[in-house]
């Protein structure tokens, strides 16, 4: 990963943005992201992630998809919305359901000299604000592990042979 920060808004809102640059062609790379089915493969195995919407999943604007997870050894559901679906360049899911308040993750691709530039800015709010900020550093912790394990585990794909 290349960068990774945290930004806090008003009213209890909060930005974690990322970039990293990935050494395959765009449409190689959005093809990879592009597959719900690649999401475990990318995710800490701690988090006992699991997609429960039948695979392949065809994704698309309003593309609805469920999971299964635990964090802080809870478990519980997400399902995510599909918003925009630009291809190669962009999309964005949106939790309907989960931990919580609201989450929204732009995914963005762009092409550079050396591969491809993916930039990921997920727009939150934890629950019961102003309560739930007292959760704030565990929780920004907790997704800068599972951000920096997703672009160790996102290069080892690449490296072992491509994205498939």
């Known amino acids: 990963m ?3 920060r945290h930004r806090s808004l008003l009213q209890g809102n909060h930005i974690l943005e990322t970039t990293t640059l990935l050494p395959l062609p765009l449409p190689e790379v959005f093809d990879f992201f592009s597959s719900a089915a690649n999401l475990q493969r990318i995710t800490p195995p701690e988090l006992g ?3 429960l919407t039948p695979t392949p999943v065809a994704m698309a604007p309003g593309t609805l ?7 802080f050894g809870i478990p519980f559901g997400w399902r995510t919305r599909i918003s925009v679906w630009d291809p190669p360049h962009r999309f964005v899911d ?3 359901r989960g931990p919580y ?3 929204m993750h732009l995914h963005e691709f762009r092409e550079a000299d050396e591969g491809t530039w993916m930039r990921d800015e997920v ?3 934890l629950p019961f604000h102003p309560l739930g900020s007292v959760a704030l550093p565990l929780v920004r912790a907790q997704l800068t592990r599972i951000f920096r394990f997703r672009s160790e585990a996102i290069r080892t794909a690449l490296g072992s ?3 498939g």
């Open 2 to 4: 290349d960068e990774l």
């Open 49 to 51: 992630f699991r997609i």
């Open 65 to 71: 998809i469920d999971y299964r997870l635990r964090l």
């Open 94 to 96: 949106e939790q309907l």
């Open 101 to 103: 308040h609201t989450w």
């Open 123 to 125: 727009r939150y709010r």
């Open 161 to 163: 042979g491509g994205l």
